[in-house]
């Protein structure tokens, strides 16, 4: 059973940094893209960054770039997004997603196989 399991969110000031974790079960990573996401109050979810360990790329949306960084460990069948300089407008739940088999870095909810259950960043001024 596909399964992704995050930790990691929670309550830091402007400026601050948080580290989420996913952990993957029923899968291995080396197959798949994988991502995460982001659902901002009143805002649709967006996609924030992607992972294809087969290749060791990383991609970023513009909004996170040079301030969000995405890293796996394979050995952990683990995800990771290290969120640095967080700001208010960043407050909202993240998740992380497996891409269906063969889809690369799209950020289109469509083309996510599986997600995991989220977890609230909350950013204070």
């Known amino acids: 059973q596909v399964q992704l399991v995050e930790s990691g969110g929670g309550l830091v000031q402007r400026g601050g940094s948080l580290r989420l974790s996913c952990v993957a079960s029923g899968f291995t990573l080396d197959y798949y893209t994988m991502g995460w996401f982001r659902q901002l109050p009143g805002r649709e979810r967006e996609g924030l960054s992607c992972?294809?360990?087969?290749?060791?790329?990383?991609e970023y949306a513009d909004d996170v770039k040079g301030r969000f960084t995405t890293s796996g460990d394979n050995g952990k069948n683990a995800v990771y997004l290290e969120m640095d300089r967080l700001e208010p407008d960043d407050t909202g739940v993240y998740y992380c997603?497996?891409?269906?088999?063969?889809?690369?870095?799209?950020?289109?909810?469509?083309?996510?196989?599986?997600w995991g259950q989220g977890t609230q960043v909350t950013v204070t001024s």
């Open positions: 997603a497996r891409y269906l088999r063969g889809k690369g870095c799209t950020y289109y909810d469509l083309d996510v196989g599986a």
């Open positions: 992972l294809t360990s087969s290749v060791g790329t990383t």
